[in-house]
């Protein structure tokens, strides 16, 4: 499970690309597919790849917004797509969509800010 946490952390959840530039992304391929590395410099260098990775919140092709990951059950992930202060101006766009639902039920504002996507198994497969 962790594993695919990971590489979920690092693909874009709308387009599923790696979300590191052409640049970056050659870099890190010929890094790893270095002969001369060991498993302990691999394992390293696969860390640096995630970490940076994870400081990357919008998609450099199709510029979807992309969150954190989070293990809610066994089976069932679920992307925070919303919980950082840099997505403020997509949250609150995405907010305007619900307007005329809580003009007609003012109870779902309540519950508006505490959505996140889920990330069925079947979804995850669907990110290639």
Known sequence: MKFIMNVLSMVCKTCSRILFTEEEG???????RNPRLDNIQRGELLKKILKEAKKKTICNYCGAFNGDIKKVSALKLIHRKF??????G???????EFADAIQHNPEIATYLGKTHEDLSPIRVMKVK
Do not use: M, R
């Open 83 to 88: 919980k950082t202060k840099a997505s403020a």
């Open 90 to 96: 997509e949250k609150e766009a995405w907010e305007q």
């Open 26 to 32: 050659a870099k890190f391929l010929k890094q790893v």
